[in-house]
């Protein structure tokens, strides 16, 4: 169950382990996917791995010899301490672990609390760090675990260890040290995000590829997307502009490179249709790749002499002042159709409202939940979140892009299993009072879905 | 190549931000793209500004529709980026003007002094580079550490920060002490690396000048004293309105003797710079405001035991029962027990009778004038914060003194060396307080002197401390009264002849105030003209942003209110069976909302209690919607990952215009 690292003891197996093997012997032999599995079942068994350092030597024995139903804490003195760099972090943590004895002996008195105190020398002088109490828990298990951050990597430190008991006295100082926090190369408190991350780009990217074997991918009908080149033959009947708002961040938001995605496809079919777009944008950089897409675009349709940069370019980085130039412009102009696709905040109400009274046909696409609202009440077609990336997909028809929703369906199917395990977890640790159980569910909670 | 490169950028940033998330080893990779897109976006700003230039100018030289609005557009970013940019109006950044000092450029590799201890620099791997503060002075030549320069208090704290062992905090120890100015010029001199220049306190005489240039032969430091000494030269006068009635020139003087002062023309007079100090100093000569006196002063000095240190307790008296006789104006001061035990205030009474004699009063501004006594300063609270100030603390030993005690083998070294001793203050200077603090007007500089002819020998420095620290929070009289004047006026009316009466002499110390910023502003030597702010209050930029932007930009959110009603009109309309659920949801939710909800609910009786609108509102938000915003919120970043990955890995190219390779 354990095995010895640096002096320590680190846990080899736990209960999700023994799980993540089980999941792999059921799946083998399932073909070339179940490599896939193989993988992340490893991966799986790695993370368990990577548990803190337990307490060895007589630690481990005096864990066995602690009572777990004691209350009244007699204690011995602490008669060691251990100082562990903190595995898997950025070098900040280094942690702490020391025996909780209990006895009947004269020497065992009622605890107040440990101070630890920390050094950059053996001989002092000493700074105090931390006054612990134990909790029910480190009793039952029979040691205690302190976690010193904002630690310095590579520097020495020295810590030193006192029990001060009920009656105000002190043991004698426990020490230990010198002990160095050292950067590792994986934040392990980022292990399961980064095993989730890998499962999922490896389910899309297993998608893709099944796709391009010439695996037939059915994707529903996405009305707003549909309504795109209505909207543009709307205008193009009209003789009126279409107005595309990239939202109001910059290229580092991945919402903007889906709304400048969908703008590569209006440009395309305004360029076919002869329909002139205009491009306010909220940021310099916004402009100069919207640009880009526009200009690809018509030359993907043939047209590249229609292309009129000045149609793309750059009102103010200032939310309302953005907005108002919008709204006047379109007051003004009276486009017929209004695209609505990237980030947007208080600003999507005001610019809706205003496309709908001048009766323009509008399409709205975000992942900002909390303006989706407004959008579906406001315009005539809204691409809700996932819809909003799948535009780029379900636009270009091809196989292997199309493969890629396929492989976000897995996701979620994995994000509906875990809800609903985590549920039934939850409920029946509530019900039964279960103590293994509740650990479980907080596991899941506060450690997997961290 | 055009389509290869973005893909290639796009492919790198990418894992370089991902691999930045999982590995600690690579967080600055990741802040180093962040860093670079921020210069690129700034970049780019520049041909977002030059378009912006450019679209509006067209169409206002074109007159298209719209073309006062672009003019009014051009005409802001003009305005608003040329105010922005120069920082116009904008003050120097006070932490780096050194007031008080002048300023002349001495390079670096031309300072003439460098000090050296035996001792190694204590670099590592993990930290390769001395504090940015100390890096371009400190050096390791032959088993010294050697640093030009002198060091400065921000410097040793960088560099006791630096490294924590007794060995490398003894020789910062060494260091300082070594590398200080000599003793004549300790405090008045100093050189700071950052801006390459020596500087110099106050006016410099000529005997301070020839001492000076006489330290080194070298050009660039001779140039430097000769222009810091023509900086102190410097004369700057301004006429004062009204001066402090006990301000005169040999007051000035003691101030600093740079200081001039001329009663007849009242012109105040520095040469050279002048220090935050100095302007305190200047500011304070003015009576400190009036105590609630508790108890009479003779009668407590001479009832004060001879053994006794201090009456450190606050005294028993209650203040007072009601000073409102009816709804008149008379009025009785003091509490009753004062009355009783002749313990009068006479000033209080003074004030009060003054007041009333120019005007009526009523009892309301009767209860406010005594809440206001109330408040002020007694002499108790003075007693016990200087007894506060003579309690001994610990004195906090050197690192010297520690790495001695680990060199004689000590195991535990403690910080921490033995109590100071205790400080009292004696009877007599108790009783000097109490008698000061009755005197007709409260000048510090007073109770200073007679308590240092009442010392008997003993160092008055906590005494002092104490005080100054105590005075620092209590207002001057003319405060008091301004502050007395404004509450009686919130209570009800004052006369023209009351309202002069309370802030004639605060108007006076207003002008005296005011002269003295002037002087201070007009002798600072600016040394960084540029180191403010740009938006900093009071600026044009500010004006700007105050009061035209942001009442504009606050109409626009306001807008926002007629939107959503608008919106909710037309969504809120049951045309159909969903329509019809949205909408009762949406009343419910409104109603729970507000105050009328609860009310109309209330009735409800416990076991039906889940009905309650704003606990089915409880219920709506925090199931039902939550529920539903998860569920997007999953989808959303399942989406993210997809189209990231696409990108990242160039298989998604459709943001470059199209998809082709």
Redesign the interface.
Same mark, same amino acid.
């Given at each position: 169950m354990f095995s010895r690292q640096r002096g320590c003891l680190v846990r080899k197996k736990s209960p999700l382990a023994a799980a993540g093997e089980g999941g792999l012997r059921s799946r083998s032999g399932e073909g070339a996917s179940s490599s896939f599995f193989l993988l992340w079942a490893v991966w799986v068994g790695l993370l368990s791995g990577i548990a803190f350092p337990a307490c060895s030597g007589a630690m481990e024995a005096a864990r066995r010899g602690a009572d777990p139903g004691e209350t009244h804490l007699l204690l011995l003195p602490p008669s060691e301490l251990e100082a562990l760099d903190a595995p898997w #972090? #950025?070098?900040s943590r280094l942690l702490l672990c020391w025996p909780l004895q209990t006895a009947d002996t004269p020497d065992a008195k009622p605890l107040r609390e440990f101070r630890i105190f920390q050094a950059?020398?053996p001989?002092?002088?000493?700074q105090p760090v931390a006054a612990v109490e134990p909790k029910p828990k480190d009793i039952r298990r029979g040691r205690m675990e302190y976690l010193v951050d904002r630690c310095?990597?590579?520097?020495e430190y020295y810590f030193r260890l006192t029990a001060v008991w009920a009656d105000g006295g002190q043991s004698t100082p426990v020490m230990a040290g010198p002990v160095r926090p050292v950067?590792?190369?994986? #934040?392990g408190s /980022?292990a399961w995000?980064?095993g989730f991350?890998v499962l999922?780009?490896g389910l899309?990217?297993w998608s893709?590829q099944r796709a391009r074997s010439g695996r037939p991918v059915h994707v529903r009908r996405i009305a707003g997307l549909e309504a795109v080149d209505e909207a543009i033959g709307r205008a193009t009947e009209m003789g009126r502009p279409c107005v595309f708002i990239a939202g109001i961040q #910059?290229?580092?938001d991945?919402q903007t490179?889906?709304g400048?995605?969908i703008l590569?496809?209006v440009?395309e079919t305004s360029a076919r249709y002869a329909a002139r777009v205009e491009v306010p944008t909220c /940021?310099?950089?916004v402009?100069?790749?919207a640009r880009?897409?526009? %200009?690809?675009?018509y030359?993907?349709a043939g047209r590249p002499e229609a292309y009129r940069p000045?149609d793309i +370019? +750059?009102?103010?980085d200032?939310?309302?002042?953005y907005?108002? +130039?919008v709204t006047?412009q379109m007051v /003004?102009q009276r486009p017929a159709a209004c695209f609505y696709m990237g980030a947007f905040f !208080?600003e999507s109400?005001?610019l809706?409202?205003t496309g709908?009274s001048i009766g323009a046909i509008q399409v709205a696409g975000t992942?900002m939940?909390s303006q989706?609202p407004?959008f579906? !009440?406001?315009c005539d077609y809204t691409l809700?979140?996932?819809e909003?990336?799948?535009a780029?997909?379900y636009?270009?028809g %091809?196989p292997? %892009?199309l493969g890629?929703?396929w492989?976000?369906d897995m996701?979620?199917l994995l994000?509906g299993c875990l809800i609903l395990v985590g549920s039934v977890l939850a409920t029946l640790a509530a019900a039964t009072g279960w103590e293994w159980l509740a650990d479980w569910t907080h596991f899941l909670q506060n450690t997997l879905l961290q | 190549m055009k389509r290869t490169i973005p893909l290639v950028i796009t492919f790198v940033c990418g894992v370089v931000l991902?691999a930045a998330?999982?590995?600690?080893?690579t967080?600055r990779w990741g802040e180093a793209a962040?860093i670079w897109?921020d210069i690129?976006?700034s970049i780019?700003?520049?041909? =977002? &500004?030059g378009?912006?230039l450019k679209?509006h100018l $067209?169409k206002v030289f074109a007159q298209q529709? =719209?073309w006062a609005?672009s003019l009014i557009?051009v005409v802001a970013f003009v305005v608003t980026l040329w105010v922005g940019l120069v920082k116009w109006g904008a003050p120097p950044a006070a932490h780096l003007e050194h007031y008080g000092e002048s300023f002349a450029h001495v390079p670096l590799e031309e300072f003439p002094f460098t000090y050296s201890v035996p001792g190694q620099l204590p670099k *590592?791997?993990?930290?390769p580079l001395l504090p940015a503060s100390v890096r371009a002075q400190l050096s390791q030549a032959d088993g010294q550490v050697v640093f030009r320069g002198w060091l400065l208090p921000n410097q040793k704290s960088d560099l006791l920060a630096y490294h924590? *062992?007794?060995a490398w905090r003894c020789l910062v120890e060494q260091l300082a002490k070594a590398a200080q100015p000599s003793a004549g010029f300790r405090g008045k001199l100093a050189y700071y690396p950052e801006p390459q220049a020596l500087a110099f306190r106050g006016s410099m005489t000529p005997q301070e000048r020839a001492e000076l240039e006489a330290l080194s032969p070298s050009d660039a430091w001779r140039s430097a004293v000769a222009a810091l000494y023509e900086a102190g030269q410097r004369q700057t006068e301004v006429v004062a309105p009204t001066a402090p009635e006990r301000f005169t020139p040999e007051q000035a003087r003691k101030i600093s003797p740079a200081l001039d002062y001329d009663p007849a023309s009242r012109r105040l007079q520095i040469r050279g710079p002048m220090s935050l100090s100095e302007r305190q100093a200047l500011e304070q000569q003015f009576p400190l405001a009036r105590p609630k006196l508790t108890a009479d002063p003779a009668l407590t000095s001479a009832h004060q035991p001879e053994s006794s240190t201090v009456p450190l307790r606050p005294s028993a008296h209650q203040p007072g029962t009601s000073i409102v006789q009816g709804e008149s104006s008379t009025v009785q001061l003091g509490t009753a027990n004062d009355q009783q035990r002749g313990f009068a205030d006479p000033y209080r009474h003074h004030l009060w009778k003054a007041l009333e004699d120019q005007g009526p009063l009523t009892a309301k501004q009767a209860e406010v004038f005594q809440a206001h006594w109330e408040r002020r300063w007694t002499v108790e609270q003075l007693l016990e914060a200087i007894r506060m100030a003579g309690v001994g603390e610990p004195t906090e $030993?050197t690192a010297c003194q520690?790495l001695a005690? $680990?060199e004689q083998g000590?195991?535990?070294?403690?910080?921490i060396g033995p109590l100071e001793p205790d400080q009292t203050l004696r009877p007599e200077q108790a009783a000097a307080i109490r008698t000061w603090a009755a005197g007709p007007n409260l000048y510090l500089e007073d109770l200073l002197e007679q308590l240092a002819k009442t010392s008997g020998g003993q160092s008055p420095g906590f005494i002092q401390t104490a005080l100054q620290n105590f005075f620092h929070q209590v207002p001057t009289e003319a405060e008091a009264k301004k502050t007395l004047c404004v509450e009686l006026l919130r209570a009800g009316p004052l006369t023209e002849a009351q309202r002069e009466f309370l802030l004639a002499d605060y108007r006076a110390e207003w002008a005296w105030r005011t002269a003295v910023g002037e002087l201070f502003r007009q002798a600072h030597q600016v040394k960084f003209p540029w180191s403010g702010q740009y938006n900093a209050a009071g600026s044009p930029f500010w004006w700007i942003y105050e009061y035209m932007?942001k009442p504009?930009?606050a109409t626009?959110?306001a807008?926002?209110a007629f939107?959503?009603a608008?919106?909710?009109f037309?969504?809120f309309r049951a045309k159909n069976v969903e329509a019809a659920l949205l909408l009762g949801t949406a009343f419910v939710v409104l109603l729970g909302r507000t105050a009328a909800g609860t009310v109309l609910t209330g009735w409800l009786p416990d076991w039906l209690g889940w009905l309650r609108v704003e606990e089915l509102t409880v219920l709506i938000m925090t199931i039902f919607n939550t529920a539903g915003?998860r569920a997007?919120?999953? =989808?959303?970043a399942? &989406?993210?990952?997809?189209?990231?990955? $696409?990108?990242i890995l160039g298989?998604?190219r459709?943001?470059? =215009?199209?998809?082709?390779k």
């Amino acid at each position: 169950m354990f095995s010895r690292q640096r002096g320590c003891l680190v846990r080899k197996k736990s209960p999700l382990a023994a799980a993540g093997e089980g999941g792999l012997r059921s799946r083998s032999g399932e073909g070339a996917s179940s490599s896939f599995f193989l993988l992340w079942a490893v991966w799986v068994g790695l993370l368990s791995g990577i548990a803190f350092p337990a307490c060895s030597g007589a630690m481990e024995a005096a864990r066995r010899g602690a009572d777990p139903g004691e209350t009244h804490l007699l204690l011995l003195p602490p008669s060691e301490l251990e100082a562990l760099d903190a595995p898997w #972090d #950025d070098g900040s943590r280094l942690l702490l672990c020391w025996p909780l004895q209990t006895a009947d002996t004269p020497d065992a008195k009622p605890l107040r609390e440990f101070r630890i105190f920390q050094a950059a020398e053996p001989c002092g002088p000493w700074q105090p760090v931390a006054a612990v109490e134990p909790k029910p828990k480190d009793i039952r298990r029979g040691r205690m675990e302190y976690l010193v951050d904002r630690c310095e990597p590579g520097r020495e430190y020295y810590f030193r260890l006192t029990a001060v008991w009920a009656d105000g006295g002190q043991s004698t100082p426990v020490m230990a040290g010198p002990v160095r926090p050292v950067r590792q190369m994986f #934040d392990g408190s /980022r292990a399961w995000l980064a095993g989730f991350v890998v499962l999922v780009s490896g389910l899309v990217l297993w998608s893709i590829q099944r796709a391009r074997s010439g695996r037939p991918v059915h994707v529903r009908r996405i009305a707003g997307l549909e309504a795109v080149d209505e909207a543009i033959g709307r205008a193009t009947e009209m003789g009126r502009p279409c107005v595309f708002i990239a939202g109001i961040q #910059d290229m580092n938001d991945i919402q903007t490179i889906a709304g400048l995605t969908i703008l590569g496809r209006v440009a395309e079919t305004s360029a076919r249709y002869a329909a002139r777009v205009e491009v306010p944008t909220c /940021r310099s950089l916004v402009m100069t790749a919207a640009r880009d897409t526009v %200009q690809a675009a018509y030359l993907a349709a043939g047209r590249p002499e229609a292309y009129r940069p000045e149609d793309i +370019y +750059y009102v103010t980085d200032e939310q309302f002042g953005y907005v108002a +130039y919008v709204t006047g412009q379109m007051v /003004r102009q009276r486009p017929a159709a209004c695209f609505y696709m990237g980030a947007f905040f !208080a600003e999507s109400l005001i610019l809706a409202e205003t496309g709908n009274s001048i009766g323009a046909i509008q399409v709205a696409g975000t992942a900002m939940p909390s303006q989706l609202p407004f959008f579906v !009440a406001a315009c005539d077609y809204t691409l809700i979140g996932e819809e909003f990336f799948a535009a780029s997909a379900y636009l270009s028809g %091809q196989p292997d %892009q199309l493969g890629a929703l396929w492989g976000q369906d897995m996701g979620k199917l994995l994000a509906g299993c875990l809800i609903l395990v985590g549920s039934v977890l939850a409920t029946l640790a509530a019900a039964t009072g279960w103590e293994w159980l509740a650990d479980w569910t907080h596991f899941l909670q506060n450690t997997l879905l961290q | 190549m055009k389509r290869t490169i973005p893909l290639v950028i796009t492919f790198v940033c990418g894992v370089v931000l991902l691999a930045a998330h999982f590995s600690p080893y690579t967080h600055r990779w990741g802040e180093a793209a962040m860093i670079w897109f921020d210069i690129l976006a700034s970049i780019a700003f520049l041909l =977002g &500004g030059g378009n912006l230039l450019k679209v509006h100018l $067209k169409k206002v030289f074109a007159q298209q529709a =719209g073309w006062a609005y672009s003019l009014i557009t051009v005409v802001a970013f003009v305005v608003t980026l040329w105010v922005g940019l120069v920082k116009w109006g904008a003050p120097p950044a006070a932490h780096l003007e050194h007031y008080g000092e002048s300023f002349a450029h001495v390079p670096l590799e031309e300072f003439p002094f460098t000090y050296s201890v035996p001792g190694q620099l204590p670099k *590592t791997a993990e930290r390769p580079l001395l504090p940015a503060s100390v890096r371009a002075q400190l050096s390791q030549a032959d088993g010294q550490v050697v640093f030009r320069g002198w060091l400065l208090p921000n410097q040793k704290s960088d560099l006791l920060a630096y490294h924590p *062992t007794l060995a490398w905090r003894c020789l910062v120890e060494q260091l300082a002490k070594a590398a200080q100015p000599s003793a004549g010029f300790r405090g008045k001199l100093a050189y700071y690396p950052e801006p390459q220049a020596l500087a110099f306190r106050g006016s410099m005489t000529p005997q301070e000048r020839a001492e000076l240039e006489a330290l080194s032969p070298s050009d660039a430091w001779r140039s430097a004293v000769a222009a810091l000494y023509e900086a102190g030269q410097r004369q700057t006068e301004v006429v004062a309105p009204t001066a402090p009635e006990r301000f005169t020139p040999e007051q000035a003087r003691k101030i600093s003797p740079a200081l001039d002062y001329d009663p007849a023309s009242r012109r105040l007079q520095i040469r050279g710079p002048m220090s935050l100090s100095e302007r305190q100093a200047l500011e304070q000569q003015f009576p400190l405001a009036r105590p609630k006196l508790t108890a009479d002063p003779a009668l407590t000095s001479a009832h004060q035991p001879e053994s006794s240190t201090v009456p450190l307790r606050p005294s028993a008296h209650q203040p007072g029962t009601s000073i409102v006789q009816g709804e008149s104006s008379t009025v009785q001061l003091g509490t009753a027990n004062d009355q009783q035990r002749g313990f009068a205030d006479p000033y209080r009474h003074h004030l009060w009778k003054a007041l009333e004699d120019q005007g009526p009063l009523t009892a309301k501004q009767a209860e406010v004038f005594q809440a206001h006594w109330e408040r002020r300063w007694t002499v108790e609270q003075l007693l016990e914060a200087i007894r506060m100030a003579g309690v001994g603390e610990p004195t906090e $030993k050197t690192a010297c003194q520690m790495l001695a005690e $680990k060199e004689q083998g000590v195991a535990d070294i403690q910080p921490i060396g033995p109590l100071e001793p205790d400080q009292t203050l004696r009877p007599e200077q108790a009783a000097a307080i109490r008698t000061w603090a009755a005197g007709p007007n409260l000048y510090l500089e007073d109770l200073l002197e007679q308590l240092a002819k009442t010392s008997g020998g003993q160092s008055p420095g906590f005494i002092q401390t104490a005080l100054q620290n105590f005075f620092h929070q209590v207002p001057t009289e003319a405060e008091a009264k301004k502050t007395l004047c404004v509450e009686l006026l919130r209570a009800g009316p004052l006369t023209e002849a009351q309202r002069e009466f309370l802030l004639a002499d605060y108007r006076a110390e207003w002008a005296w105030r005011t002269a003295v910023g002037e002087l201070f502003r007009q002798a600072h030597q600016v040394k960084f003209p540029w180191s403010g702010q740009y938006n900093a209050a009071g600026s044009p930029f500010w004006w700007i942003y105050e009061y035209m932007f942001k009442p504009l930009t606050a109409t626009m959110f306001a807008l926002l209110a007629f939107y959503v009603a608008s919106a909710a009109f037309r969504a809120f309309r049951a045309k159909n069976v969903e329509a019809a659920l949205l909408l009762g949801t949406a009343f419910v939710v409104l109603l729970g909302r507000t105050a009328a909800g609860t009310v109309l609910t209330g009735w409800l009786p416990d076991w039906l209690g889940w009905l309650r609108v704003e606990e089915l509102t409880v219920l709506i938000m925090t199931i039902f919607n939550t529920a539903g915003t998860r569920a997007i919120m999953i =989808g959303i970043a399942l &989406g993210i990952v997809a189209t990231s990955l $696409k990108i990242i890995l160039g298989m998604d190219r459709s943001y470059l =215009g199209s998809a082709e390779k």
